[in-house]
């Protein structure tokens, strides 16, 4: 089952690899099969047949690389941020790929939390660091404040609670990444409010295919153009309650 796993994964992660197709092949691999290990314990991922956890994780993360507006393949992020983590997805395929850059993986569930630090051990990633808690909280303190190149969530929230609970942490031209279906428009409408008051700039929706057989999906990027008011993100709950939206 590896060496077929394998084979499968190989052609995902070849135009990505950059000359380091083993060392990913086998830390790949590896994630793979602690999340499969582990997941019922701390509910990370209802996929559970290895290759679609090959595409709908790894590829999924990956594919957005070849048409993002920066050239992060190229030029990899000094610091990155992945809110609500969960099971280090994005978080850990990036930290994987760019061993250079420093990624801090921001959960608030305790299990996931164990799941990411016995991950992280168990892959030898050492730029990884873990922070418990919630982006409300974290985003006002100024270590992390407005920091970060990248900022990454996925299956977060609705995307205006999303940039109220990520923009605070990316610095000045960084770029947020979330991840979407196959039609984001509505969702890309809705949150042009919450750009203009958190400093990000518009929208650019990028289609992907994350493998074989994987549904068209958009990457969202949005670059930081302004800083973020010191008011936001609020309260802990408030985003949820209250997205920030025109009508408010």
């Known amino acids: 089952m590896i060496q077929q796993l394998q084979s499968f994964l190989a052609e995902i992660i070849e135009p990505y690899a950059g000359g380091r197709e083993d ?10 099969e602690l999340l ?3 997941t019922r314990e701390a509910n990370l991922t209802g996929i559970r047949d290895p290759n679609d956890i090959a595409v709908h994780v790894i590829g999924d993360a990956l ?6 507006p920066r050239d992060y393949l190229g030029t990899p992020p000094g610091e990155l941020l ?3 983590s969960g099971a ?3 978080g850990l395929v990036y930290a994987i790929l760019w061993p ?6 921001l959960e608030s569930q305790k299990k996931r939390i164990e799941f990411l630090r016995d991950a992280t051990e168990e892959l030898g990633l050492e730029n990884v660091e873990m922070l418990e808690g919630r982006a409300e909280a974290h985003a006002h303190e100024l270590v992390w404040r407005e920091r970060f190149d990248l900022v990454t969530s996925r299956a977060l929230a609705p995307l205006p609670i999303s940039l109220e ?3 605070p942490f990316l610095a000045l031209e960084g770029y947020f990444l979330t991840f979407k279906g196959a039609n984001p428009a509505d969702e890309v409408k809705e949150a042009e409010f919450a750009l203009g008051k958190l400093g990000g700039g518009s ?11 994987a549904p068209r999906r958009h990457a969202l990027w949005s670059e930081k153009i302004g800083l973020t008011p010191d008011r936001f993100p609020r309260k802990e709950g408030i985003p949820a309650k209250r997205p920030l939206r025109g009508s408010r």
Do not use: H, M, Q
Request: glycine share 8%; hydrophobic share 40%.
């Open 100 to 105: 250079n850059t420093k990624v801090v993986l």
């Open 82 to 84: 992945d809110v609500g």
């Open 203 to 213: 929208i650019e929706a990028k289609s992907y295919l994350a493998g074989p057989g």
């Open 36 to 38: 499969r290990l582990r």
């Open 63 to 68: 594919a957005p690389l070849e048409t993002s």
């Open 23 to 32: 060392a990913l092949l086998e830390s790949y691999t590896r994630f793979i």
């Open 88 to 90: 280090g997805i994005p």
């Open 165 to 167: 609970l990520c923009l």
